[in-house]
């Protein structure tokens, strides 16, 4: 039987690299998505025609009770989770803080931070009821250390804040066998730059980057595989930083 990932937000960009690259390796992937349904269903397609195994389903994870429905649906469908990937992030637009939008501020941090907890919640409880040593990676950024003044503040404390929540839980947890770790990419070759309001971002930040350029998806999926797997069996409560030399 495969063991069951869950990856929140995993149409697109990293979350959908993470979800190609579990199944290739035998998870069988929930792929959770909010609104773009057309990309995941796609996703759960490709993997199926490579002999994986994958669902789709949508829920936002800002909202509790949704979470509750999508781990409800995964385990019916596909078995107990063993594993979870908190990936399914906003940055909100670009620019500086003092012209941010509150509601915007407030979403960003209701999926960033209050995402990332509802479904490291549900996944405790999942992996307690099934006596499963599960394993929690949630992405960050190197925003939370650069602090992005200019562009997105608010973002940059959320993700601080998802990454004094892995510190804290992956320690809370630790003598029960369960790990908790954080994947903090750099600018990433991913939608998030045009949903910002720049699409052209990668073409600016890549000469501030001492490698001169963005990551791929597959990149920063490879480190989170890595977590998630045996290999890193001794490894809970780190951030792995994986910003080309920032």
Not at 155 to 165: G, H, L, M, N, P
Not at 168 to 186: F, H, K, Q, S
Not at 218 to 238: F, H, K, N, Q, R
Request: proline share 6%; charged share 20%; hydrophobic share 45%.
């Amino acid at each position: 039987m495969r063991p069951v990932l869950i990856v929140t937000g995993a149409g697109r960009g990293i979350g959908a690299a993470v979800a190609r690259k579990a199944a290739a390796r035998g998870y069988a992937v929930a792929v959770n998505y909010q609104r773009d349904a057309q990309s995941a269903e796609a996703l759960v397609r490709e993997i199926a025609a490579a002999g994986g195994e994958a669902l789709a389903i949508q829920a936002d994870i800002g909202q509790a009770e949704e979470v509750e429905r999508l781990f409800a649906r995964a385990t019916g469908e596909l078995g107990a989770p063993a594993a979870l990937v908190n990936n399914a992030g906003i940055t909100g637009r670009i620019g500086p803080f003092m012209d941010a939008d509150p509601a915007s501020i407030e979403t960003v941090f209701r999926t960033n931070v209050h995402g990332t907890m509802h479904c490291s919640r549900a996944a405790v409880r999942s992996f307690r009821a099934s006596g499963t040593r599960g394993v929690i990676v949630n992405l960050s950024s190197v925003a939370a250390s650069t602090g992005s003044p200019g562009e997105y503040v608010h973002y940059a404390a959320s993700k601080a804040a998802v990454e004094a929540f892995t510190l804290g839980l992956a320690r809370e947890l630790a003598p029960e066998g369960i790990r908790v770790c954080a994947v903090a990419p750099g600018s990433t070759l991913t939608d998030i730059h045009a949903a910002a309001g720049e699409p052209g971002r990668p073409a600016r930040v890549a000469p501030k980057i001492p490698m001169q350029r963005l990551a791929t998806p597959e990149e920063i999926a490879e480190p989170v595989l890595w977590l998630l797997s045996p290999a890193a069996s001794y490894v809970t409560g780190t951030t792995l930083r994986c910003g080309g030399g920032l």
